[in-house]
């Protein structure tokens, strides 16, 4: 018997054992699968969460459950009838599929995957099952099937999410207006046969994108690998399928790898902190904030598929589509700079920006734009027959020795959103991949990228707000002494430098000892204590906390090891160290 959750601080446990666990499985990508280039190409789409949840906007009975939009049902623990009464008023009749259309490709997306069916049950399309939006609703018509036609028209990819282990209108034990059911029915009764239905009443689709595995067996994951084959032969499986079997792998919600991913995956994120519509979310992304972060993403080799919440009447929020219209005017200036880059050879972001490559090109997307500081590539293997700014084509002044490339950054302010500097090189790159300390800017050194001994790697996920996902990559669990974690890293120009480190510390570990060696030559003592007070078992949501923990002097640049190493075995509690951040001391 498949059982919801206990609502409450469970949800935060529940919610990552169903929506995050999905990310590390392990796919095996089919080199030869018919859309991997186009998926590989693509880089940008749009991502759509519309449901009768949409209608209720996360208001219960006149009261405001704050929580992620789509989760409104199981937020109430609402009984089937009651929640029902909503569709009889869901009427969307300004949603216009052309419009849509128009929007995502105006902004630079090149696919679109709409829920048609989420965790409520309930079905934007027309289906068998009763609970639909073209049976139960005044609206009457199949919104999947305009939005296809429109895609098609376009030339925009085309995706389902359906949610094949949840569906709390069939499977549920709060409600008393359902007789109880196995997954097994539900499975062979209703998801079956609606997949089937999308699979075959919309033409082509580029995607399926399934989510929430759950306690799937891999036999009915590949049941609807079988399914998706037969049907659809040319779209693409995400992970969140369960069990491995699909086609490209899926990150956890909100979630941005910091080392480069091989393979086909995607990261995905929300243009808010709710994926559904919620009245009260309007922390919203601005569109430098989304270049960023879509920058980012390709620079890790991966594609980004960012969410709107539509509204209940079938519009999309204005300020989320201004500015996903403002990233897409920025991305019509560097199409070659995003559409089929590569990713950075470097394997991870700088302190100032991050890198793609396009053929013999580097694009350098400075973030953190200075006028007139430098900024800084080493490792670099190539001649250098150019520096210009993208789009300006401004040449820029610039040294190069030894595969140690110092640009200047013109004396003015940004003239972009994002500034895109093009590196032409005198063939492909060929890049030797070091973290270097830049001068200029704060320099991070993940836990990512640290080498351990007596200490292990682990991954933190918690939310935060209204449904935002947190992650953290950190060292844990110490060896009580002399567990060490440790970088190489090479210092650009020598000096002083600021070290502050970010950790989460449970109420046992106050206090905790570190030795900070830089080269095994300067020593620096650290003494961390507790962020919140919470106990070890506290772990759901963690609080991280960054803070100046001393100098360290270095005398001459080139290659240094940078270690941190625990001193005392009195503190029994676990601490977490996410990273070490190094600033050169401007005197």
Same mark, same amino acid.
């Given at each position: 018997m498949v059982r919801i959750l206990t609502i409450g601080l469970l949800i935060l446990s529940s919610l990552s054992a169903f929506t995050q666990q999905t990310a590390r499985d392990t796919i095996v990508v089919d080199k030869k699968h018919p859309l991997s280039d186009w998926f590989t190409e693509s880089k940008y789409a749009l991502f759509l969460h519309w449901g009768l949840y949409s209608q209720y906007s996360n208001q219960w009975k006149g009261k405001t459950l704050y929580g992620i939009g789509e989760w409104i049902m199981y937020l109430a623990q609402a009984d089937i009838k009651e929640y029902e009464e909503a569709a009889q008023f869901f009427n969307p009749v300004r949603f216009n599929a052309s419009e849509w259309v128009q929007i995502a490709k105006n902004a630079g997306m090149k696919y679109i995957v709409i829920t048609a069916k989420h965790h409520e049950g309930f079905a934007m399309f027309n289906s068998f099952h009763p609970f639909n939006i073209t049976s139960a609703t005044p609206f009457k018509r199949d919104p999947l099937k305009e939005l296809a036609a429109a895609c098609e028209k376009e030339g925009i990819g085309l995706g389902f999410y359906y949610s094949q282990f949840q569906d709390w209108h069939e499977i549920n034990n709060w409600s008393k207006d359902l007789p109880k059911q196995s997954f097994a029915v539900y499975f062979k009764n209703k998801c079956i046969p609606q997949v089937k239905e999308l699979l075959t009443n919309y033409g082509p689709i580029s995607l399926i994108w399934f989510d929430t595995p759950g306690e799937m067996t891999k036999e009915q994951s590949l049941e609807l690998v079988k399914l998706v084959k037969l049907y659809q032969p040319r779209a693409l499986i995400n992970s969140r399928i369960g069990n491995g079997v699909g086609d490209y792998e899926t990150y956890g919600d909100h979630e941005i790898p910091l080392k480069n991913v091989q393979g086909l995956w995607e990261a995905i994120n929300t243009s808010n902190d709710s994926w559904g519509f919620a009245w009260y979310d309007e922390n919203w992304k601005t569109a430098d904030v989304m270049a960023r972060d879509l920058v980012s993403v390709i620079a890790r080799g991966g594609n980004y598929m960012l969410n709107i919440g539509p509204k209940a009447d079938g519009t999309l929020p204005k300020f989320n589509v201004d500015q996903i219209l403002t990233v897409g005017k920025w991305i019509r200036q560097?199409? !070659?700079?995003?559409?089929?880059?590569? *990713?950075?050879?470097?394997?991870?972001?700088?302190?100032?920006?991050?890198?793609?490559?396009?053929?013999? $090109?580097?694009?350098?997307?400075?973030?953190?734009?200075?006028?007139?500081?430098?900024?800084?590539?080493?490792?670099?293997?190539?001649?250098?027959?150019?520096? /210009?700014?993208?789009?300006?084509?401004?040449?820029?002044?610039?040294?190069?020795?030894?595969?140690?490339?110092?640009?200047?950054?013109?004396? @003015?302010?940004?003239?972009?959103?994002?500034?895109?500097? @093009?590196?032409?090189? !005198?063939?492909?790159? @060929? /890049?030797?991949?070091?973290?270097?300390?830049?001068?200029?800017?704060?320099?991070?050194?993940?836990?990512?990228?640290?080498?351990?001994?007596?200490?292990?790697? $682990?991954?933190?996920?918690?939310?935060?707000?209204?449904?935002?996902?947190?992650?953290?990559?950190?060292? $844990?669990?110490?060896?009580?002494?002399?567990?060490? *974690?440790?970088?190489?890293?090479?210092?650009?120009?020598?000096?002083?430098?600021?070290?502050?480190?970010?950790?989460?510390?449970?109420?046992?570990?106050?206090?905790?000892?570190? !030795?900070?060696?830089?080269?095994?030559?300067?020593?620096? @003592?650290?003494?961390?204590?507790?962020?919140?007070?919470?106990?070890?078992? !506290?772990?759901d949501r963690p609080r991280f906390r960054q803070t100046k923990v001393g100098i360290i002097k270095v005398d001459t640049p080139g290659l240094k090891k940078i270690s941190m190493i625990r001193r005392n075995a009195e503190q029994k509690g676990d601490i977490h160290i996410a990273s070490i951040q190094l600033s050169k001391i401007i005197f």
């Open positions: 560097y199409p !070659d700079a995003i559409y089929g880059a590569t *990713a950075s050879p470097w394997l991870q972001a700088f302190p100032w920006g991050d890198v793609t490559v396009t053929k013999n $090109n580097l694009n350098l997307f400075v973030f953190d734009w200075k006028p007139g500081a430098s900024i800084f590539l080493t490792g670099i293997g190539n001649k250098i027959k150019s520096v /210009v700014t993208k789009g300006a084509n401004e040449q820029l002044k610039y040294s190069f020795n030894k595969g140690f490339l110092k640009i200047e950054l013109p004396v @003015r302010t940004s003239k972009q959103l994002l500034e895109c500097i @093009r590196v032409e090189l !005198d063939g492909a790159p @060929r /890049v030797q991949a070091a973290m270097a300390i830049d001068p200029n800017y704060p320099t991070t050194l993940s836990a990512a990228f640290a080498t351990t001994e007596g200490t292990a790697f $682990n991954k933190l996920s918690w939310m935060e707000k209204f449904g935002e996902w947190k992650h953290r990559t950190v060292i $844990n669990k110490w060896k009580l002494q002399d567990g060490a *974690a440790s970088w190489e890293v090479n210092f650009l120009e020598p000096g002083y430098y600021q070290v502050e480190v970010d950790y989460h510390a449970c109420k046992e570990s106050d206090g905790t000892e570190f !030795d900070l060696f830089n080269n095994a030559s300067d020593t620096l @003592r650290l003494y961390l204590t507790a962020t919140t007070g919470a106990k070890e078992a !506290d772990g």
